[in-house]
């Protein structure tokens, strides 16, 4: 052998071992516990996360051809049948976003959010009946959801079946005792169901947690009304323009019609903590303590204005008497959570 093919064989040996050396260092690297392997481009994660980019900037078309290529590939994975279900909705395609929220309950049944809006879409539709069901299986799933019971008090509404749903309110107040729209949802019910007092009842609790409540005072008003005491209804419906004018002229203007009920939430939102409040007695109000409901009572707030508790007198002073009994002595209202009027979808992490 020559000199020059002994340095070549040399060199390629030596070359050859280096290279052997890295692949063995990289092998080692790619199992060691602190390496990140790199995400699969065609994964269902991937895809997900794409799709969603393309949903929050208004790019609905194109997130739902990326998750249709993503279900073809992982037909198993029920979020990408919700998400895109989610992005049929923007588009204003309901069917197709029935049939999703269905396949994705298929592939998990206790799919709270999907059996959830799915029920509330049935609902926007006017399929109340089958929204009803809907919210019944969300129940089912999870019997201390709040929500789902509140919107199938809404759907029984719709229904005129009233004393369906002032059941499901009652139990919605059971596990939300201080939520402002169960009260005002379970008061709308009663007025309907001509449970008058009961109605005024539940007017009453809405003010004691939020006594800048404009429509609790208008509907509180209207029962008053059916009452006969139009004094108190007067004082209400003056009450009711202090806090909002514009309200209490929508609603003359259509010749005292319902307010409508408030929107129907379209997804299942984290419990609200409310700041606890030491209770103290309420009083003897009659519309706090009607004997003849047993929906639960609110841990009571004080109404900041004497103004509230007090109606023209027949001497042209003005007097609590036959409205609002005494109220415990004020104390600090602490901070407010405010409830959206309608909760955006929850993507599913």
């Keep these: 052998m020559s000199v020059i093919e002994l340095f070549w064989s040399s060199w390629v040996s030596i070359n050859m071992s280096r290279s052997l050396v890295s692949c063995l260092l990289i092998v080692a690297a790619l199992n060691s516990p602190g390496c990140v392997p790199v995400p699969d481009p065609q994964g269902a994660e991937v895809l997900l996360v794409r799709a969603r980019l393309r949903r929050n900037t208004q790019q609905p078309q194109e997130a739902v051809d990326i998750l249709t290529k993503a279900i073809e590939l992982h037909p198993d994975e029920e979020v990408l049948y919700y998400e895109r279900a989610l992005t049929y909705v923007e588009l204003g395609e309901s069917e197709q976003a029935l049939a999703d929220y269905a396949a994705a309950i298929e592939q998990k049944p206790d799919f709270a959010e999907a059996l959830n809006n799915r029920a509330a879409l049935l609902a926007e539709l006017g399929r109340y009946d089958e929204a009803a069901a809907g919210f019944g299986k969300v129940i089912e799933a999870n019997s201390q959801d709040a ?165 023209p007198g027949a001497d042209g002073e003005s007097t609590a008497e036959g409205l609002v009994p005494p109220l415990p002595a004020p104390r600090e209202i602490p901070a407010e959570q405010p409830v959206p009027k309608l909760l955006p979808p929850r993507p599913v992490e």
């Design 147 to 311: 929500l789902a019971y509140r919107n199938r008090g809404l759907a029984y509404h719709d229904l005129q079946e009233f004393e369906l749903a002032i059941a499901d309110y009652d139990r919605a107040l059971k596990l939300e005792p201080n939520s402002v729209d169960n009260w005002f949802m379970c008061g709308n019910a009663c007025l309907e169901a001509g449970r008058t007092e009961d109605a005024i009842r539940c007017f009453t609790a809405v003010i004691y947690l939020n006594p800048q409540e404009a429509r609790a005072f208008l509907r509180r008003s209207t029962a008053y009304e059916q009452l006969g005491k139009n004094d108190v209804a007067l004082h209400d419906r003056h009450r009711a323009a202090e806090i909002d004018a514009e309200l209490v002229a929508r609603e003359e203007a259509v010749d005292a019609a319902p307010i409508p009920l408030m929107p129907m939430p379209v997804a299942v939102p984290a419990p609200v903590a409310m700041t606890p409040v030491t209770s103290t007695e309420p009083g003897n109000d009659p519309a706090l303590e009607s004997k003849s409901s047993n929906l639960p009572v609110p841990v009571p707030m004080p109404v900041p204005s004497k103004a509230d508790a007090a109606v």
